[in-house]
């Protein structure tokens, strides 16, 4: 079964950056979009950024320009990096395929708080 471990969260202030990693057991990112996703107190999972087998990304309207998604498929993992936080970014992050999910990791949390 493939396990997925997202890490690199924590508190920042207002205007900080993190840069979250994902890596995964088997291969699954070198063969499939890959997806960052956020889930704040009270409210639904959202995509926030996805990143294509080519290469070509995709983000949210509200972190456009301010995250980037890449991968490196060589050693399984996915990256976020997150400019210019805002308290609204706070969430917990996720990965996963963005087609036929697996099981979800633990998350890794955000909290942007001055």
């Known amino acids: 079964q493939v396990q997925l471990v997202e890490s690199g969260g924590g508190l920042v202030q207002p205007g900080g950056s993190l840069r979250l990693s994902c890596s995964a057991s088997?291969?699954?990112?070198?063969?499939?979009?890959i997806g960052w996703y956020r889930q704040a107190p009270g409210k639904e999972r959202e995509l926030v950024a996805r990143?294509?087998?080519?290469?070509?990304?995709y983000y949210l309207d509200s972190v456009k320009g301010r995250f980037t998604i890449s991968r490196d498929n060589a050693r399984n993992t996915v990256y976020l990096r997150m400019n210019s936080l805002k308290p609204e970014d706070t969430a917990v992050y996720y990965c996963?395929?963005?087609?036929?999910?697996?099981?979800w990791g633990q998350g890794t949390q955000v909290a942007v708080s001055s």
């Open positions: 996963n395929k963005v087609y036929g999910r697996v099981s």
């Open positions: 990143i294509t087998l080519g290469g070509s990304t």
């Open positions: 088997g291969s699954i990112f070198s063969f499939n979009d």
